[in-house]
């Protein structure tokens, strides 16, 4: 069994084979927490709003939610309060085969500021966090329970709308 330091590094590696410039995307990690990465060749990742995630998981409490979308996900997300957004890494194809309206898998020609694998809680000197760290080198999300979780949070979005509807 791997350390979660020896886990870290090992991701952290993988992670910057994404990167243009491993040495600078080390430095912006360590400095700003968050390092642009590019989708598409290694992992897919598909944008979330937040009011969905919330409302399929049923909770906005940080620690309930690593449960929850770990156990419906089984991969690593995380969550960029800057634009309300969590981002479900994905395989590299995911971004080709995606078909769910309104909702961006970012494939090829994206840029994605992703945060250091050691931000894994929210903290104030960072805007990104991993709700659900990866577990290792190219341990991603399984796209079928992403649309999943996607599809369940639109209909309870919609439901609560609906029902504020009807009580106006």
């Known amino acids: 069994m791997h350390s979660r330091e020896n886990r870290e590094a090992a991701v952290e590696t993988w992670l910057l084979l994404a990167s243009p ?52 996900l089984d991969g690593p997300v995380f969550y960029d309060r800057s634009g309300r957004q969590f981002y479900a890494l994905t395989p590299h194809s995911t971004a080709r085969l995606w078909r769910v309206p309104d909702i961006e898998c970012l494939g090829s020609d994206f840029f994605l500021g992703v945060p250091a694998t050691s931000v894994t809680e929210p903290d104030p000197r960072y805007r990104a966090w991993w709700v659900v760290p990866m577990d290792g080198p190219a341990v991603l999300c399984v796209p079928d329970a992403v649309v999943c979780f996607v599809q369940r949070g639109r209909s309870l979005v919609a439901a609560a709308k609906d029902q504020e509807t009807r009580n106006a």
């Not at 080390?26 to 969905?52: H, K, M, N």
């Not at 940080?62 to 419906?72: N, Y």
């Open 21 to 72: 410039d491993a040495q600078k995307a080390q430095r912006e990690w360590r400095r700003d927490g968050l390092t642009l990465l590019r989708c598409g060749g290694l992992f897919s990742a598909v944008r979330i709003p937040a009011a969905i995630i919330h409302a399929a998981a049923g909770t906005e409490d940080p620690r309930e939610l690593t449960d929850v979308l770990g156990d419906a």
